[in-house]
């Protein structure tokens, strides 16, 4: 069965955040490394807008949160609690969290994107040039780097696809290079 199928089953032909019934599709829950039906959501285009554009965010559209955080499905409780968390200067959120539980694994998920924090307390991750790097982004190695516990060097020029971000510090991504997961110092990378 494919993903689409699996997720208008589950869902009802129905957004899991709002219940819209228009304009519906896959939303893979960030930083995603599996995807599939534990790690996406079938949501609207106005959802998905929203969730992907925080400047844009109507926070009278997110009341349906009140529902959907119940979900059985760890997507929907990841996206209700980052939106709430995105919120909760607007008062109701905030009520809406301290009622919400999640399990441990489910909440550090949610916690990944540092959504809620205020900017003073966010870990941000730049290259050498100062740009803000995201997981999933590409790098490229501006100089040659020995890799510890091994006798490979990485070549300046080598480019690292679909990075992660060290949640603990801000100075360190992991990538793989050469077919080997590393751990890559920021301000030896440039984003391309």
């Not at 510890?148 to 510090?169: C, P």
Request: with cysteine; proline share 2%; hydrophobic share 40%.
């Amino acid at each position: 069965m494919s993903l689409i199928k699996e997720l208008q089953d589950r869902s009802g032909n129905k957004c899991e955040l709002c219940a819209a019934t228009e304009g519906l599709k896959i939303y893979e829950v960030p930083p995603t490394s599996a995807g599939g039906v534990d790690g996406s959501l079938l949501a609207c285009s106005t959802c998905i807008d929203q969730i992907e554009n925080p400047d844009i965010t109507d926070a009278n559209h997110w009341r349906c949160l009140n529902d959907s955080m119940w979900s059985e499905y760890r997507a929907v409780q990841v996206v209700a609690w980052r939106l709430l968390s995105r919120l909760k200067k607007e008062g109701w959120p905030q009520d809406l969290l301290d009622m919400m539980y999640l399990d441990d694994d489910t909440l550090a998920f949610a916690k990944v994107t540092n959504e809620g924090l205020d900017d003073s307390e966010k870990i941000i991750h730049r290259d050498v040039n100062g740009v803000i790097l995201e997981a999933g982004d590409s790098v490229v190695l501006v100089k040659d780097l020995k890799v510890k516990g091994s006798s490979m060097v990485a070549k300046q020029g080598t480019a690292v696809r679909n990075i992660r971000l060290d949640h603990e510090n801000a100075d360190y991504i992991e990538g793989k290079v050469d077919g080997q997961q590393i751990v890559i110092i920021t301000k030896y990378v440039k984003k391309t």
